[in-house]
């Protein structure tokens, strides 16, 4: 069970799937880590892009509790943990903040796949 509102994930997969598939991001630049320069140098690009406003608002209007288990969502759907590893997942997460959140959740151009999958591996399907 997952303590953030699947809808809101939702709100956001529907977002961010807008935003990433009009600013023509690649699997190449995905951050690997919340220290990863190369792939934040990409967002300046899109800073006044009312879609990239839109998603980072979405995100960081979450509190920060929900935006760490918006990272463990992505990490299990990008195959980083397995379900039975949630716990330590959201460990991670909480011990991973450092830059912006929502900066590091944007950069990776398959954050709404990954956000649908980790939803799914915990039971909620998407309509």
């Known amino acids: 069970m997952i303590d953030l509102n699947p809808e809101s994930v939702k709100q956001i997969i529907d977002i961010a799937r807008e935003f990433q598939t009009d600013a023509s991001m690649d699997e190449e630049t995905e951050p690997v880590t919340f220290e990863d320069d ?4 990409r967002l300046t690009e899109w800073r006044g892009d009312d879609r990239f406003i839109e998603l980072k608002t979405a995100i960081e209007d979450l509190e920060p509790d929900q935006q760490r288990t918006l990272v463990a969502l992505m990490w299990l759907g990008r195959g980083d943990y397995d379900i039975d590893e949630w716990a330590e997942a959201l460990k991670s997460a909480a011990d991973a903040e450092g830059v912006a959140t929502s900066d590091y959740l944007i950069a990776s151009p398959l954050l709404a796949d990954y956000l649908e999958e980790g939803l799914a ?5 998407l309509e």
Do not use: S
């Open 38 to 41: 190369e792939a934040f140098e």
């Open 121 to 125: 591996l915990h039971g909620y399907e």
